[in-house]
């Protein structure tokens, strides 16, 4: 399969539109899904799968897309963003989160789509992809993240702190000496804990860690989302909650063991060289398993999907995809 190389300008975003569908999608749980639709309605169909675990989705992701190509369907996870409740982690599992994508599916009458995931956007997107390989025409997945426990040491024990030392102090200064062993089990306790002031500057301290590695501009380039209560509770609670589980995968490794499932799905990978949050080792893992899949470093990029590369590479995706 023939991937484009362009030594061209950079591409950059598509203008602003508006959605012209959005509700709230029942589920078989306490959760209520809300869900958008932008772009032309009777254009290819690309689900966009927001990261975190606990992110959301937000008016720039519809701007990775032709408008007139795309009809982009976006939607919060359980627990996240504007789905209903807030924060919850009732029946919010890996696989619960694929049966959502499969009933959204069915209820906008589409049969196959693009799917478009970075960071724990990924991780779903193959996810569901290995679960519903004839679901899906095509790939584009960003800042790879296998969901591996070396990959979580790497940056919530040992690793990205000596990176960011800066941050990594304001990380671990809501956490007594005596717990940084497992710093992972020690906010575990404190965001599911009682103490609501507790948990939420836990929540802020997570989440900012996270916000403070996400660009090779460092931590003064923090979006302002993740120090604010009502992002961060949700991200850190929801996010610490599938990372303390493994991602509900039934064993280590699981993504790359079942990849075989689908290295016929057309891909394009973009990873940051500089990507800290979700090392290059991941894409390269995965590069390694499945070579069929067009992997695109970009040499000064971190993780971030705002970074004028990052960007580029992933317009070049989606003009790529609109033309299978």
Known sequence: MAFP???????????????????????????????????????????VLHGGPGGAVNPGMRRYFDPA?????MFDQRGCGQSRP????????????IEDIERLRERCGIDRWVVFGGSWGSTLAMAYAITHPERVSALILRGIFLLTRKELQWFYQDGASMIFPDAWERFIAPIPEDERHDLMAAYYKRLIGEDRSEREACAIAWSSWEGET??????GARPDKFAEPDFAVAFARIENWYFTNGGFFPEEGWLLKNIGRIRHIPAWIAQGRFDVVTPISGAWALHRAWPEAHLDIVPDAGHASTEPGIVDSLIRATDWAAGL
Do not use: C
């Open 86 to 97: 807030n924060a919850s982690l009732e029946d919010n599992t890996t696989w619960t989160l």
């Open 5 to 47: 190389v362009s030594d061209a300008p950079r591409r950059e975003l598509f203008p602003e539109i508006e959605s012209f569908a959005s509700g709230w999608m029942p589920t078989d749980s306490v959760h209520e899904i809300y869900y958008e639709e932008s772009g032309n309605p009777q254009g290819i169909p690309v689900l």
């Open 214 to 219: 996400v660009s090779v501009e460092g931590p």
């Open 69 to 73: 190509k795309y009809r982009i369907v």
